[in-house]
């Protein structure tokens, strides 16, 4: 679905990501872990085209994509949920959706658009309750609903979630990762950065630990999970082996 | 009803696209090089040296512009010295035979031990093995890596585990006989000398219940297969064990037995010239190097195995895309070269073996007394023909020379000497080596 090979990014002279190789199989959830200023949100922008590559190779099902226009990027089934949600504050919920489905208005699929719709609300009855409603009057976890549901309307092959889990309550959290592995189950490819570590992971088939721009481990859920090193840096305990044999 | 064991442990790696598997190696070195870098000061002083930006890799081809890691980086290194993680993430730890600088101790934390024995289980699987078995572990348990190694796989794989060590040979015989042992793991040598023991103890070998024997921790030949497969009525596959790289679990033949198959998504695999250390054309003959690509503990960049084999190039039809080594026969360690054609001890060992019809005990020596090499073995011999007529001295004598210059394609001076005249090393082996040249 996504391979991804020596990904050199820099912000003028400084690097931020260094020759970064990854892939995602269709089909996969796949996460990318790293504390914060790692680099994780630059990957997912230089994929979707917001931010260029100094050099490598992203491919797209099969296409280069390092050099196309971000629409383009879209146009070819890569769905971006931003970083803080960034839905349209003074549009209502349905125009925000619609607004994920511009590619396929733009090709005349009317009729798709509105199934998409149903498929969507279906999915979030959440949103399908507000529907009418502005979407800056939704809480943290709606909006992130909101703005993953935006990115479907766009019938992504890859979707691809940036911290959809940031600022929001424990419990929201989980009903939005359980989402994502819905999604998931539906045939969607899903890459997912998150500084929450373990639930990531725990929703993820495999991941990648990014770490000041290089990828130092890459291993499936269970691995990365016992790793000590992982365990350590992210999920937020020194192991204590006693404790970790009862469990 | 019976259901046909699965061909393959792993198929999602064994069977993978060989691009997929490009990709994921190309992850893995990466990320191994940037932990390396990180956490063991003797890489990053090697990278250093070499000028190596570990940042610059693009390809594994890239990998050859990193110096070789030697067996005796990792001596000096002993105990802890390459270790890329705390001691207390380390679940376990072998260690190479030798004691204090000569020995190297591996570490393995809880996610190495799962890969290793999902890699010995893929081994196990490829040789014929299912969870029905009833295996026999007869190597020597401890801090040699061959016995817990197979043993976690056998047991991850679900067969039923015999581990009952090396030695005591009679009662190895009746244990397999009683508890219908189905698959042997062992060296060659101790297969045959396992059913040596069946014949002396006036037991016959296809009255046994033993259909597999998975054999390894010794040059290989595919005569030694043969009198195996015979004398215990098995079919035989040949593993390969390195214990610093991992232990067994880095390549095994499937039941093609052409050619061992290699866990490429674990490691990387090199041919070099042994001397020139360049990469050897395709499917020729040369040193094997290797580096391991998601070990935690100890990891290894790099590392000349001394042993020598070539890559079959051809997929293999089991349907498994990994390469394939043939089996290891020589090791370079004392590769030799006299009069500029490369010999390895192991050669004379062998040309010895079939002439004399015995374990030889011998002894190479070259010297260079005016500008040419003269290379002599002195090989010791029984008293019957210590004290024969000398003409029949001078007969053997010169069979021995011809067969050694026919095999060989240098001439060697062959003394004979009385039996424990020739010093030997302790765990090393036959064939001592003496270069009395001035370089």
């Known amino acids: 679905m996504l391979r991804i090979r020596n990904l050199d990014v820099a912000y003028g002279p400084v690097a931020v990501l260094r020759r970064v190789s990854l892939h995602v199989n269709p089909g996969e959830v796949v996460a990318i872990v790293g504390a914060n200023g790692a680099g994780k949100t630059t990957l997912l922008n230089t994929v979707t085209g917001l931010v260029r590559a100094r050099a490598g190779e992203i491919a797209l099902r099969g296409r280069d994509v390092s050099r196309l226009p971000t629409e383009e990027t879209v146009a070819l089934g890569c769905s971006l949920v931003p970083e803080g949600r960034q839905v349209f504050a003074s549009m209502s919920v349905r125009d925000n959706l619609l607004m994920g489905a511009h590619v396929q208005l733009r090709r005349g699929r009317r009729d798709e658009v509105r199934a998409d719709l149903e498929r969507v609300l279906g999915l979030f009855p959440v949103l399908r309750a507000r529907e009418r409603q502005l979407a800056g009057t939704l809480s943290g976890g709606e909006q992130q609903m909101l703005a993953m549901g935006r990115a479907l309307m766009a019938r992504p092959a890859l979707l691809m979630l940036d911290e959809p889990s940031m600022g929001l309550a424990p419990l929201v959290m989980k009903d939005i990762l359980a989402t994502v592995s819905r999604i998931a189950a539906e045939g969607c490819t899903v890459l997912l950065v998150e500084q929450n570590a373990r639930s990531a992971l725990k929703i993820a088939d495999r991941g990648y630990v990014l770490e000041t721009g290089r990828i130092v481990l890459e291993g499936t859920s269970e691995e990365l999970l016992a790793n000590r090193d992982v365990q350590r840096a992210y999920l937020g305990r020194d192991v204590d082996p006693e404790s970790e044999a009862r469990t | 009803m019976t259901t046909t064991p699965p061909a393959y442990w792993q198929p999602e790696v064994e069977c993978m696209e060989r691009e997929e598997l490009a990709q994921l190696q190309l992850e893995r070195l990466e990320a191994t090089l940037s932990r390396v870098r990180r ?48 001691l207390r993430d380390v679940v376990r730890l072998h260690a190479t035979g030798g004691t204090g600088g000569a020995a190297i101790v591996m570490g393995y934390t809880r996610n190495d031990i799962r890969t290793w024995s999902n890699l010995m289980a893929r081994m196990l699987v490829a040789g014929g093995v299912t969870r029905d078995d009833v295996v026999q572990i007869t190597f020597d348990y401890g801090l040699f890596t061959g016995a817990f190694g197979v043993h976690q796989g056998a047991e991850r794989l679900g067969a039923s585990v015999i581990p009952i060590g090396s030695g005591n040979t009679k009662r190895q015989v009746k244990i397999m006989q009683d508890y219908r042992t189905t698959a042997l793991v062992s060296t060659p040598s101790y297969a045959l000398h396992l059913a040596e023991t069946m014949s002396e103890m006036g037991l016959a070998a296809n009255a046994f219940s033993l259909r597999r024997a998975l054999l390894g921790g010794e040059p290989w030949s595919e005569a030694l297969r043969k009198r195996v497969e015979d004398q215990l009525h098995v079919t035989a596959t040949c593993n390969y064990a390195l214990s610093e790289v991992m232990g067994p679990g880095i390549a095994g033949e499937c039941l093609e037995r052409d050619g061992l198959h290699v866990a490429e998504d674990q490691f990387l695999v090199e041919i070099v010239d042994p001397l020139t250390l360049e990469p050897v054309r395709p499917g020729s003959r040369g040193e094997l190097v290797l580096t391991t690509l998601a070990k935690e503990a100890f990891p290894l960049v790099r590392y000349r195995t001394r042993e020598l084999t070539s890559l079959v190039p051809e997929p293999c039809p089991c349907g498994r895309t990994s390469v394939r080594l043939r089996p290891v026969e020589v090791r370079t360690d004392d590769l030799l070269v006299v009069k500029g054609v490369n010999v390895y001890p192991s050669q004379v060992e062998a040309v010895l073996r079939s002439v004399q019809g015995t374990e030889p005990n011998f002894e190479i020596v070259v010297e260079r007394p005016r500008d040419l090499d003269e290379a002599t073995v002195l090989v010791e011999v029984s008293e019957s023909v210590f004290f024969d007529e000398m003409r029949r001295q001078a007969e053997f004598r010169e069979r021995l020379k011809k067969r050694l210059a026919s095999e060989l394609g240098v001439t060697f001076e062959v003394k004979l000497v009385e039996k424990k005249t020739l010093e030997r090393i302790e765990g090393k082996g036959p064939g001592n080596v003496r270069d009395r040249r001035t370089r």
Do not use: I, N
């Open chain 2, 39 to 86: 956490h063991v000061p003797f890489y990053r002083k090697s990278f250093d040296e070499a000028g190596f930006d570990a940042d610059e890799v693009r390809s594994a081809d890239d990998l050859r512009r990193l110096p070789f890691t030697e067996k005796r980086d990792l001596m000096e290194a002993y105990p802890y010295g390459l270790f890329a993680v705390p």
